[in-house]
């Protein structure tokens, strides 16, 4: 049996560590990092239409809407570079957009493999928020405790700035979190009902999440040569890991 194409979604509230896990995955898998919030805020600095009609939901920390959210999306999937997989972070958020993700993916027959749920208390993610700091040219992101970088306020890997994003105010974050609950949640019983999500301890360190999700997507990849290691495997899978 062919090995199967990494297609993940990284779903979980602001400041779970999404974009943290995502760019090492992304890294190690060699699948390209598909963030929604990236490419908005990318749009928000080039001043495009897309960018002007969003900066406003972002800066309040409420969804843009999905008719602007579902044809960029849609626009980066096609792209050659999606072939062999891709890691979608903050997308899907709402259940139209769950359904038109999976409606696409099935018509280019290229099922989805995972949905990573990483879970986090609420009053851990404001105080997570407020002392993350992102790199202003290759984005990375660091936290000024748990995850700092060498030099204050300059980027480990090309010496840039780090700047706050203007959305880590907590009025804002408050203002995520309640989104978040209203809207996104939902989606774990539509993934769980299509046996596809696994929940991740968002609270441990970096470096142990990393291996966690490392395990599970190795494990997901592996051909599965019989129906009875298929449907074990799909059991543990299901659970926490
Ligand atoms: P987006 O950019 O997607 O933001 P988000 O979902 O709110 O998530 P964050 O990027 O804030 O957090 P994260 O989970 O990636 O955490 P991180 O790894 O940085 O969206 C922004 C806005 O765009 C939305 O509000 C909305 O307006 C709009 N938008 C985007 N997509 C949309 C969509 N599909 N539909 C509609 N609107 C959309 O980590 C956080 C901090 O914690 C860092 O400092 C990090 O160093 C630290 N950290 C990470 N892991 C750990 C750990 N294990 N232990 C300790 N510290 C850790």
Redesign the pocket.
């Known amino acids: 049996m062919e090995p199967r194409a990494l297609r993940v979604v990284l779903l979980?509230?602001?400041?779970?560590?999404?974009?943290?896990?995502?760019s090492q995955i992304c890294r190690g898998w060699r699948v390209p990092h598909i963030?929604?919030?990236?490419i908005?805020?990318e749009h928000c600095r080039r001043g495009t239409d897309l960018g002007r009609q969003?900066q406003s939901?972002?800066a309040e920390?409420?969804?843009?809407?999905?008719s602007l959210?579902l044809g960029m999306?849609r626009q980066r999937l096609e792209n050659h570079d999606t072939a062999r997989g891709f890691l979608l972070?903050?997308?899907?958020?709402?259940t139209i957009?769950a359904e038109s993700l999976e409606a696409y993916l099935q018509e280019v027959d290229r099922p989805l493999l995972r949905v990573l749920q990483?879970k986090l208390e609420d009053e851990t993610i404001v105080r997570?928020?407020s002392?993350?700091?992102?790199c202003i040219r290759c984005g990375r992101?660091?936290?000024l405790e748990?995850?700092a970088p060498r030099v204050a306020d300059r980027c480990d890997h090309d010496g840039q700035t780090l700047e706050q994003?203007t959305?880590?105010r907590e009025a804002v974050i408050r203002t995520?979190l309640q989104?978040y609950h209203e809207q996104t949640a939902p989606l774990v019983s539509f993934y769980a009902q299509r046996d596809l999500l696994s929940e991740v301890d968002?609270?441990?360190?970096?470096q142990e999440?990393q291996g966690r999700i490392a395990r599970l997507l190795t494990s997901c990849l592996r051909p599965l040569r019989s129906t009875r290691r298929a449907s074990a495997g799909s059991v543990r899978r299901s659970l926490q890991i």
């Open positions: 979980g509230p602001p400041g779970a560590g999404k974009g943290t896990q995502a963030s929604t919030g990236d908005l805020r969003a939901f972002m920390g409420r969804l843009v809407p999905d959210i999306l972070d903050g997308f899907p958020r709402t957009q990483l997570r928020l002392l993350r700091r992102t992101i660091y936290h748990q995850n994003r959305d880590d995520r989104v968002a609270a441990l360190p970096i999440i």
